[in-house]
């Protein structure tokens, strides 16, 4: 998605609107993460980096993961206890 938006007067700087359904759709709450590149700035939803099994399972989900290799490897026939 492509699109252009008009920079705002904000104090001494200039800034940017997000539009609501971006702000839902990347899950913007209240900060970002903010890179540079020599050609780019890239914006991204604020992350502490910290990895929860229920966020990386519905993530999965969402993305339409299939779990069925995972059973296979829980019948992978070795036998894991000691």
Do not use: C
């Not at 903010?34 to 502490?48: G, K, M, N, Q, V």
């Amino acid at each position: 998605m492509r699109t252009t938006i008009q920079l705002a007067k904000i104090g001494n700087s200039q800034g940017i609107r997000l539009s609501k359904e971006l702000l839902r759709r990347y899950k913007i709450v209240d900060q970002i993460d903010i890179e540079t590149t020599a050609d780019a700035i890239i914006l991204r939803p604020h992350s502490d980096g910290q990895l929860s099994w229920a966020a990386t399972y519905q993530q999965m989900a969402e993305a339409g993961e299939d779990f069925s290799d995972w059973d296979a490897v829980a019948e992978d026939g070795i036998n894991y206890e000691s």
